[in-house]
């Protein structure tokens, strides 16, 4: 048995599929088929149900792939605590940020990042809050760059800055002649929300109850830019936080961003680690870099 075995059954638990386990390990199907196989013989004891070109795993397959996982977890743990004690600004680090936040601030910060520690190679994951925490609990992943709070006093959350939220409507929106917004417009008028599962949702619908507006219901949004098309549209209002809308503000279009006036509604993006974590001076480092790179857009 060796770690590149774990690795195959890993990826046929999780793709249930041979030929996509085996691009995602890139390796031939022939091979990975065969290294499963072999990986039974020596455990003595099937791990996959094969039917044609359907799989599924067997009671020990799904027991021994959970193990697998966290064997793989902590072989990662020993190769990156060994390149922390040669340099904590070196080697890999894997990070998950949050979809309405990794289009926006990653190609602020991530150039500078790579001038300052180049010897950092940083795997980059983008998934929903929850995924994320789980995979964070499960040393998939070490750092976690998110709106905060979160649900759970288990990790370590470092602050990064606020970002505030703009009023997005379309151009011919009657609200549009107006330089600054306050809450109290959006008392008694219909928002449009992201989908359940993104943090940001519960953020906005924070600052509609607090306005004395609702949610739209007709439009539930998949992502920032389908609201902000949406919004384009006539179809409705929305709130766009900030870092969303540097690339289109100074630009003539069919929307406008409008800032609320103070005290303005804002969110706050943090980083989030698990509690002991031997890379802590990497991740100062890592949140320095991000507030520098924020401080002149926000």
């Not at 902590?74 to 990070?95: K, Q, S, V, W």
């Not at 990064?160 to 306050?182: G, I, Q, Y």
Request: aromatic share 6%; glycine share 6%.
């Amino acid at each position: 048995m060796n770690l590149r075995d774990l690795e195959y059954l890993v990826a046929l638990d999780e793709e249930r599929h041979f030929q996509r386990a085996a691009d995602r390990c890139y390796v031939s199907q022939p091979t990975l088929s065969g290294q499963v196989k072999k990986l039974e013989g020596e455990l003595n004891v099937s791990l996959v149900e094969r039917s044609g070109r359907k799989i599924a795993m067997t009671e020990a397959g799904l027991a021994i792939a959970g193990q697998a996982r966290r064997v793989l977890a902590e072989t990662r743990t020993i190769r990156e605590l060994a390149a922390g004690f040669r340099n904590p600004m070196e080697g890999d680090l894997h990070m998950g940020v949050i979809p309405t936040v990794a289009p926006y601030l990653l190609p602020l910060f991530i150039p500078h990042l790579r001038r300052r520690y180049p010897a950092l190679k940083l795997f980059l994951h983008e998934h929903q809050t929850a995924v994320l925490l789980q995979k964070l609990r499960d040393a998939e992943l070490e750092l976690l760059l998110l709106a905060l709070p979160v649900e759970t006093d288990e990790f370590v959350e470092s602050d990064l800055f606020r970002e505030p939220f703009l009023l997005t409507v379309a151009e011919d929106d009657p609200l549009a002649k107006r330089e600054r917004a306050s809450l109290d417009l959006l008392e008694g008028l219909e928002v449009m929300l992201l989908e359940e599962g993104h943090c940001m949702r519960g953020q906005a619908l924070d600052v509609c109850l607090t306005a004395g507006a609702r949610e739209h219901r007709g439009f539930r949004g998949t992502s920032l830019e389908t609201l902000r098309q949406m919004a384009a549209e006539g179809i409705g209002i929305t709130l766009m936080p900030k870092l969303a809308t540097l690339r289109e503000r100074n630009h003539e279009g069919p929307i406008r961003y409008i800032p609320f006036e103070e005290p303005e509604p804002t969110r706050r993006i943090g980083l989030l680690y698990r509690k002991g974590s031997y890379r802590e001076e990497s991740f100062a480092a890592i949140g320095e870099v991000i507030r520098e790179s924020v401080a002149t857009s926000l």
